[in-house]
Nanobody
Framework: EVQLAESGGGLVQPGGSLKLSCEAS????????MSWYRQAPGKGLEWVSS???????KYADSVKGRFTISRDNAKKKLYLQMNSLKVEDTAVYYC??????????GGQGTQVTVVS
């Protein structure tokens, strides 16, 4: 069973930073690509970033240059460093095993709120 535990969210002012973490269990972490998604209030799920098992990284245009995805295979953890946060980054952030149509979420998410 895929189990993913997101943490690190919080309340921050525009321009601030947060680092999200995702602890994985129930599968062989280093075999899989991993992704971050987010869901803003009243909106659908939005892909944010992915990192392949070989370290190839992709970002949504909306976060490119501000967010950095990384992984630690030894610790079975995925990270998302978020800088220069904007009000429109407010959302529940989820990590997922895989990417695209193969993505599987397994956690409750972590709330990120950016307010002036």
């Amino acid at each position: 069973e895929v189990q993913l535990a997101e943490s690190g969210g919080g309340l921050v002012q525009p321009g601030g930073s947060l680092k999200l973490s995702c602890e994985a269990s129930g599968f062989t972490f280093h075999y899989y690509a991993m992704s971050w998604y987010r869901q803003a209030p009243g909106k659908g799920l939005e892909w944010v970033s992915s990192i392949s098992n070989g370290g190839i990284i992709k970002y949504a245009d909306s976060v490119k240059g501000r967010f950095t995805i990384s992984r630690d295979n030894a610790k079975k953890k995925l990270y998302l460093q978020m800088n220069s946060l904007k009000v429109e980054d407010t959302a529940v952030y989820y990590c997922a095993r895989g990417d695209g149509a193969a993505a599987v979420r397994g956690g409750q998410g972590t709330q990120v709120t950016v307010v002036s």
